[in-house]
């Protein structure tokens, strides 16, 4: 898809995917959200990840505009070092709960559309973001953070249900309130086909 390149088509394709992604998290059984995958990543994860990210560039914005040293992605931390910090973040967000997790993202979302509706085209799309040392403008910056961020984050967590409906009868999760397989009839794990 290609980049907004202005203000009226970055609040439209994150008005469109925010409600993309926001009817797959509403969607979300509570007994799936804490199921981890191969790389130890929840769907709860996911979505505090995306709301945390929205701080991030929010942050960066600030930090620019107030002349100070940017840092991307965050101190002590590279772009090459994103699998580290996002296994950080994930640590740093343990204890968040579900709830807890689709409420920074919600909150962060209006944040995003208040502040990218407080701007004019040419602050989003008219000169590189302050202090990114990039040509990025922040624009381009605001819809990696929030509507890119958005469609990736709708994408896993369809895929990941489909994973966990597979391994999973949707009736034990509310049953057991764990994760539990059952054999199939073939000898297989998962729910019937």
């Known amino acids: 898809?290609?980049?907004?390149?202005?203000?009226?088509?970055?609040?439209?394709?994150?008005?469109?995917?925010?409600?993309?992604?926001?009817?797959?998290?509403?969607?979300?059984?509570?007994?799936?959200?804490?199921?981890?995958?191969?790389?130890?990543?929840?769907?709860?994860?996911?979505v505090a990840h995306r709301a945390h990210w929205i701080d991030l560039f929010l942050g960066w914005y600030r930090d620019g505009v107030d002349g100070k040293e940017v840092y991307f992605p965050a101190?002590?931390?590279?772009?090459?070092?994103?699998?580290?910090?996002?296994?950080?973040?994930?640590?740093?967000?343990?204890?968040?709960?579900?709830?807890?997790?689709?409420h920074a993202l919600y909150n962060g979302h209006q944040t995003l559309l208040d502040f990218l509706t407080g701007l004019s085209n040419s602050d989003l799309y008219g000169a590189p973001m302050p202090g990114a040392k990039n040509t990025w403008t922040t624009g381009r910056w605001a819809e990696a953070a929030g509507p890119s961020h958005y469609r990736s984050a709708a994408k896993y967590i369809r895929q990941r249900l489909r994973q966990i409906q597979n391994q999973v009868l949707p009736t034990e999760w509310i049953e057991a309130g764990r994760q539990r397989a059952i054999p199939r009839a073939n000898g297989q794990k998962g729910a019937p086909r």
């Open 75 to 102: 101190k002590t931390y590279k772009w090459n070092d994103l699998k580290r910090y996002n296994r950080d973040l994930r640590m740093r967000q343990k204890t968040m709960s579900w709830d807890q997790a689709k």
């Open 1 to 46: 898809m290609p980049a907004a390149l202005s203000k009226t088509e970055l609040l439209s394709v994150t008005e469109t995917e925010w409600e993309k992604l926001w009817s797959v998290v509403s969607r979300v059984p509570d007994e799936a959200t804490l199921i981890v995958d191969e790389n130890e990543t929840s769907i709860k994860d996911i």
